[in-house]
């Protein structure tokens, strides 16, 4: 096997891996840069990409995070792309409302280590933990060599019984091993991360002593997240308000055991922003099909101090017309890096002229050193390759027998191992 890391060495984002092996092709992930959302990246140099080669037999995407699928849309329509089935249904769920979705014509289903014959390749996905659901990690076996993908994962999640399962029982004789370094940078070596239900306990708390509407702004993907804000709600006794786009989301998963339209406390709102987006695409069924859990702007004030309500910052407009914001608070539970950005000064300035105060509750979606470790350990690779981190040289710090490497060259497996 060969391997050429086009993006992802040295930054978080923009991962995109092609491995080669009898001349046959597989690309893991196909990722927007992170600070570059919205800006024309260009796809990375991999034939097949731009014009039919049938030597790249398929694009495995890791999980619904724009940072490992957000180029997929520049693909060719016919490129067979490996993603789990429910990943799919909340990247076309969320393109009804968002740009940037993605919808594929040609798709490989994977499935909870069932594995997958490519050409000469092996692929075996690994269900893992992480911020967006369906998320996988992945053996790659060719030419009787073998690399294990870690693509992002964490233990603290509401699916963390996953990473200790895997480390119990790893995948033997790992040659290669990719693993995200996220949290390099970012946290101290010691630090432990809440788990969901930590943060359930800590949200109860919030709502029990806010006096006014409880705004909380995080991702309408981070689904173990969206449960932990619902559980928090119906222990506390308000509702919760969802935005018509998550409601989608949640009931695109097919999972009847997570909130969504029909349980208790669960009403949806449409604000202006996807109202448009509603009328401009014609998805009036859409929007009917909601009816019977709808709440409206005149009655959020009423009901302002008994809910829960998912705030994005295109919805202030709608927050002031509708006279609710008395006594509010707002639970930032996303990244803290995001909200520092230039682009939310509006909605830092917004907060301030209205005197809403903003409190955090997060946890991350990617792993602590310490659980790092674990899986480095229990793999024992015999080369471990730093990726989707921006701190890559601290990797040889922690772990045995790491290889630095740099975007767009290729390297043999067996070269570097025993050569
Ligand atoms: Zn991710």
Known sequence: MRVCIHRGTHEIGGTCIEIEAQKKRIVLDIGLPLESEFSDIPLPPVPGF?????????????????????????????????????????????SQFIPGGADFNNTIEINNRTPIMLGPFTLTPYLVDHSAYDAYGLLVEADGQRLYYSGDFRGHGRKGKLLDSFVSHPPKDIDVLLMEGSTFGRSGIDDKY???????????????GIKGMSLIWCSGQNIDRLVTVYRACRHSGRQFIADMYT??????????????????GFRVYLPWFQKQTIIR??????????????????????????????????????????????????????????????????LRDWLDEKSIPLVHCHT?????????????????????????????????????????????HWWELTAVCHG
């Open 50 to 94: 731009k014009e039919v080669d049938s030597s790249l037999l398929g694009v495995f995407i890791s999980h619904p995070h724009l940072d490992h699928y957000g180029l997929a849309p520049k693909l060719l329509q016919e490129t067979p792309v490996l993603i789990g089935s429910a990943a799919l249904r909340i990247l076309k769920a969320g």
């Open 247 to 264: 409601a989608c989301v949640l009931q695109s998963i097919e999972n009847q055991r997570l909130p969504q339209p029909g349980w208790k």
């Open 194 to 208: 809440p788990s969901e239900s930590d943060l359930e306990n800590k949200f109860l708390e919030m709502f029990r």
């Open 364 to 408: 991350s979606g990617h792993a602590p050193i310490s659980d790092l470790k674990r899986l480095a350990n229990a793999l024992a690779p015999k080369m471990l390759v730093p990726i989707h981190s921006f701190e890559p040289a601290q990797f040889p710090d922690h772990f045995e027998n790491v290889v630095l490497k740099d975007d767009g």
């Open 281 to 346: 695409k014609e998805l009036f069924d859409l929007a009917r099909s909601f009816a019977p859990w709808r709440i409206y702007p005149e009655q959020i004030k009423e009901e302002a101090n008994k809910s829960v309500m998912l705030f994005r910052p295109s919805m202030k407009t709608d927050l002031e017309k509708a006279d609710c914001l008395e006594d509010a608070t707002l639970i930032y539970s996303m990244w803290s890096g995001y909200l520092e950005r230039d682009q939310y000064r509006p």
